[in-house]
């Protein structure tokens, strides 16, 4: 299992944009597909964006298409989550998840295709 942290997250107003960071552990990063997932106030946790462990195919959330983007720096072990033109409705928990993969090029969107999770970081966006 690969340990998972991330950080950046805030308050920010509607608009604005912010940068997560999560930052893993272990030797083997490049070969684990990623992905984000959120969780607000009473709500179920929820697929926000992913991509294969080869970097080469991604996935989004109909809700943060185009305005969020999903990247990767497998030098750094660190998946980055770029969120633009943010929202009172993105306003969450997000966590980072990983999943080890033997398939360079599937991406895994469901909560339960994923082993390792990190604690997650709060956004707030206000209106």
């Known amino acids: 299992q690969v340990q998972l942290v991330e950080s950046g997250g805030g308050l920010v107003q509607a608009g604005g944009s912010l940068r997560l960071s999560c930052a893993a552990s272990?030797?083997?990063?490049?070969?684990?597909?990623m992905g984000w997932f959120r969780q607000a106030p009473g709500k179920e946790r929820e697929f926000v964006a992913a991509f294969s462990w080869s970097g080469g195919r991604t996935y989004y959330a109909d809700s943060v298409k185009g305005r969020f983007t999903i990247s990767r720096d497998n030098a750094k072990n660190t998946v980055y989550l770029q969120m633009n033109s943010l929202k009172p409705e993105d306003t969450a928990v997000y966590y980072c998840?990983?999943?080890?993969?033997?398939?360079?090029?599937?991406?895994?969107?469901?909560?339960?295709?994923?082993?390792?999770w990190g604690v997650g970081t709060q956004v707030t966006v206000s209106s």
């Open positions: 998840a990983a999943r080890a993969s033997s398939y360079s090029d599937i991406v895994y969107i469901e909560e339960t295709d994923f082993g390792s």
């Open positions: 272990g030797r083997t990063f490049g070969s684990y597909a």
